[in-house]
């Protein structure tokens, strides 16, 4: 599964790639923003696999949007100005959608990330810490929950807590972005691992979590509550 957004300034752009969206079984459209202010605020919090990205809009264009991102998703342009074309294969675009697009170009595109992102994750399903001269190996499978201390980060996996001196940014560029969403300034959570979600605290095994004011929205997005 392909977890998506979609930025752009026109309601009616948006309804288009949400409708499209709505026929692929493999793909996941999360949230859609007509401001590419709360875009941002929003993917700074909430990587995700791929940007249903606008180029000309008020305030931050698409370009200075993807700019500023530090972990930077796989990005297909939706556009009416065809003028943008060239500049936007100077930042990797996996397609450049002219609007208005119908439906097969749009699964063409779409058909694009999913192959580039599939064989990614196939690559990648493990990553390495360092625990003073030793680099250890950890499974994403393993992991249930990350808890931010300090300097360092508490990675619970569903038989032993590691502590790397890491940060929360330099982790989620590790993590396959389908799989964990950040509930809160301090946690990060495996989604698979969620037992229950009760008085704004997720439950995963023996640990209640908080969900902050701040990512409450994001949660109940993902879990479609």
Known sequence: MITAIAIDDEPSAIEVIYHHATRLKHLELIAHFHSAKKALDYLKRNPVDLIFLDINMPEISGL????????????????????????????????????PFEFDRFQLAVHKAQQKISNKKNEDTFFFIKDGFKNIKISFNEIIFVKSSGNYLDIH?????YSPRMTFSELIQKLPFSRFLRVHQSYLIHIDSVEKIEHNHIH????KIPISSTYKDDVFRRFNL
Request: no cysteine.
């Open 64 to 99: 200075e949007l993807l700019q500023s991102l530090q972990v930077k998703p796989e990005v297909i342009f939706t556009t009416a100005y065809s003028e943008f074309a060239v500049e936007s294969y100077a930042y990797n675009a996996l397609d450049y959608l002219l609007k």
């Open 157 to 161: 996996t569903s038989s032993k807590v």
């Open 204 to 207: 995963i095994a023996t640990h």
